[in-house]
């Protein structure tokens, strides 16, 4: 009895101890697929918000008013995301020649495109090269992932915090000049006894070109609402 206590203790320690410093022999592709996988997982199947932010405001307001769908209301940008799907955004109380400004938005905003894509993690393997820029998962926090577009100079550093895999920080490189790097925060909502944690707050830096220089801009999901269309 005392020898069966033995063993079973013994493996708790070594499954322990595997968990705790074997994460270094990970590959970076296969840590970039957990992170994946844990930002896919921690959001709901669906949700709409509004948008905002200082770009979203000024090309809003060069809308003409004849293309107001309702001249007593305001027009707003809206997101709509699915996980099957990914995210849409469209700008609401406008005729078709407007509704679709931002139709291009979540490709060219790489924070979109990697946090509330539809897009497989293969199709993101298959586009860039992963590798660990600097210490890998060991002791690292932030774990910080390469991500290099193939026969390209763009990279992309994706700053991951250890303990939840959520992605705090992007970077967006030209060779090894640095054109823009964004700060996401995430905002937590509860629905049917399970927490989902969203990206909800985008502060970016854009056109640093390696130095200080460069203009700010903040996208944020406003009024967010669970389930729907």
């Given amino acids: 009895m005392k020898k069966s206590a033995l063993i079973a203790v013994f493996f708790i320690?070594?499954?322990?101890?595997?968990?705790?410093?074997?994460?270094?022999?990970?590959?970076?592709?296969?840590?970039?697929?957990?992170?994946?996988?844990?930002?896919?997982?921690?959001?709901?199947?669906?949700?709409?918000?509004?948008?905002?932010?200082?770009?979203?405001?000024?090309?809003?307001?060069?809308?003409?008013?004849?293309?107001?769908?309702?001249?007593?209301?305001?027009?707003?940008?809206?997101?709509?995301?699915?996980?099957?799907?990914?995210?849409?955004?469209?700008?609401?109380?406008?005729?078709?020649?407007?509704?679709?400004?931002?139709?291009?938005?979540?490709?060219?905003?790489?924070?979109?495109?990697?946090?509330?894509?539809?897009?497989?993690?293969?199709?993101f393997l298959n586009k860039y090269e992963v590798s660990y820029y600097g210490k890998g998962p060991e002791g690292a926090d932030p774990v910080i992932l390469k991500l290099r577009i193939r026969g390209a100079e763009n990279n992309v550093l994706l700053f991951v915090d250890r303990a939840t895999l959520q992605i705090r920080r992007i970077d967006y490189l030209l060779g090894e000049n640095l054109m823009s790097t964004t700060q996401v925060i995430y905002n937590d909502y509860d629905q049917g006894g399970k927490t989902y944690s969203i990206p909800c707050r985008f502060l970016s830096k854009i056109g640093t070109g390696g130095g200080n220089s460069g203009r700010s801009d903040v996208f944020e999901m406003v009024n967010v609402a669970l389930g729907g269309r």
Avoid: H, W
Wanted: aromatic letters at 12%; hydrophobic letters at 40%; one cysteine or more.
């Fill in 13 to 123: 320690l070594f499954s322990i101890y595997t968990s705790l410093f074997c994460q270094q022999d990970r590959s970076a592709a296969d840590f970039f697929k957990d992170v994946r996988m844990a930002s896919i997982d921690a959001l709901p199947d669906k949700f709409s918000a509004g948008l905002s932010g200082q770009s979203i405001e000024k090309k809003l307001s060069s809308i003409p008013k004849d293309s107001y769908l309702d001249k007593s209301k305001n027009v707003t940008a809206m997101v709509i995301y699915s996980k099957t799907k990914g995210i849409t955004i469209t700008v609401v109380n406008v005729d078709d020649l407007y509704r679709d400004i931002y139709k291009d938005l979540p490709r060219q905003f790489f924070a979109f495109d990697i946090l509330l894509s539809e897009r497989t993690t293969d199709s």
